[in-house]
Every structure is written in structure tokens, then in C-alpha cells.
């Protein structure tokens, strides 16, 4: 048998991170990215070849990455969503969301850079549709988005022998919904919304295209629900 391609995904203790995770269970040897360590281990318990991989991304160094000679995989699922009007949101909150959604993830790909090199693999960064569109409210999560789209264009230039994939979904149903709901004050409406495996599925439409398509980006938007 040969050896199982190497997958680290963050954001995998929960919603489309752990979504991402067990789609990629069956075929890949999962490295679970979080902080959450509680939460990674239960899952990597459930999984057939995962380990927890606990981190906090706005801190990671190279004694993080030591030991990940050859990654196949990259899913950038770790994120967060703070609304507000422009007028009311102070550098602290522009500085976090940039800092998690953007920043963590540039270093973290840099640090990871030769393994995946190594494998020739496939970086995911999986985005929003507020990184195609900025609505009233959302100014800094949709620049941090804005932001990481190029990103992922930039490093899909600079490697050309990687892949690089965006995925835009819409409004998913997860815990961090939950929370967008509650600063909009709107009601939590699941049904409208996309499944976390959804996303997931289009990930691995991403990762399973075959060595001579690149998918580069992937927008998904849930049946006549909410486009953003």
C-alpha cells in the first residue's frame, strides 16, 4: 500500500473545519488544527488516521510546523466574523479580524511552504461570500476576506507548481452563524442555510479534480436563502 497523503486543517473542532476533516477521513491522514484540544481529540477518536494538531494560528513558529516534512494538503478553515459599522469598530477589532483571517493564515502557509513543495500540493483557503461582496456591517470581516482572496491568487502565482483553491460559500450552518445571527439580531434560520458538509464536498470536488485541472475557485450559495 502507499502511504496516505498528509492533510492539516483548521478550524477542525468544529463546522466546516471539522466538516473538512472527516470528508477527508477515508483517503488522508488528517493533522486536526485548533485550539480546542478537548474538542480535536474526541474527533481524531472518531477518525480512522487523524491526530490533533492543537495550535493557536496567531502565535504559530516553526517549532509548530517541525516534524511536517511532505504536506499533500491545506485547508485554511479557521476564522472569525466580527460586524460592525464602520463608524463604531475600533483598531482592536480591525487588528483581530486581520490577524486571524489574513495574517495566520500567510504565515502558516509560509512555514508550511517547503512541505508542500515536497508534495506538490493544494492549498484551500476556504473564504466567504463577503470576500466577493462587502454589505453594510460587515466592513472588516469582507476586507480580511477581500484580503485573503489575494492572498490566494498572489501564492497560486509565486508556486505555480501548487495548487490553490478559494472557496466562497454563503451563510453555513454552524456555531459561527449562531453568532453572526445574534450581532445582526436577526433570527437563526438553518434552513436557509448551507450544511457544513456541503462545503466540505466542495473542497474535496477541489482536492479529487485530478493532476491536470486546478480548480481556483469555488462559489456556493445556499438554495433561496441569503446570498452573503
Known amino acids: ?19 473538512v476533516a472527516r470528508a477527508l477521513a477515508p483517503t488522508h491522514h488528517v493533522l486536526l488544527g485548533g485550539r480546542d484540544t478537548e474538542a480535536l481529540g474526541k474527533l481524531a477518536g472518531e477518525l480512522p488516521d487523524a491526530r490533533p494538531w492543537p495550535v493557536e494560528l496567531t502565535e504559530v513558529g516553526p517549532a509548530d510546523v517541525a516534524g511536517v516534512e511532505r504536506l499533500d494538503l491545506l ?68 476586507a480580511s476576506k477581500f484580503a485573503l482572496r489575494a492572498f490566494a ?39 436557509r442555510y448551507l450544511r457544513a458538509d456541503t462545503v466540505a464536498r466542495a473542497v474535496l470536488a477541489a482536492v479529487n479534480a485530478g493532476p491536470d485541472a486546478h480548480l481556483t475557485e469555488i462559489t456556493l450559495r445556499p438554495s433561496g436563502g441569503p446570498v452573503n
Open 153 to 191: 491568487d498572489a501564492l497560486r502565482l509565486e508556486e505555480p507548481e501548487l495548487r490553490v483553491t478559494t472557496v466562497y460559500p454563503g451563510r453555513v450552518d454552524t456555531d459561527m452563524q449562531r453568532g453572526v445571527r445574534e450581532q445582526e439580531g436577526g433570527a437563526y434560520e438553518p434552513d
Open 75 to 142: 485547508v485554511h478553515s479557521a476564522g472569525v466574523a466580527l460586524l460592525g459599522h464602520v463608524a463604531e469598530l475600533t483598531a482592536d477589532t480591525w487588528r483581530r479580524t486581520m490577524e486571524i483571517n489574513v495574517v495566520a493564515v500567510a504565515e502558516l502557509t509560509r512555514l508550511l511552504l517547503p512541505a508542500l513543495r515536497a508534495a506538490r500540493g493544494h492549498v484551500v483557503c476556504v473564504n466567504s461570500g463577503a470576500g466577493q461582496r462587502a454589505n453594510p456591517n460587515w466592513g472588516a470581516y469582507a
Open 1 to 19: 500500500m502507499t502511504e496516505r497523503p498528509t492533510a492539516l486543517v483548521t478550524g477542525a473542532s468544529r463546522g466546516v473545519g471539522e466538516a
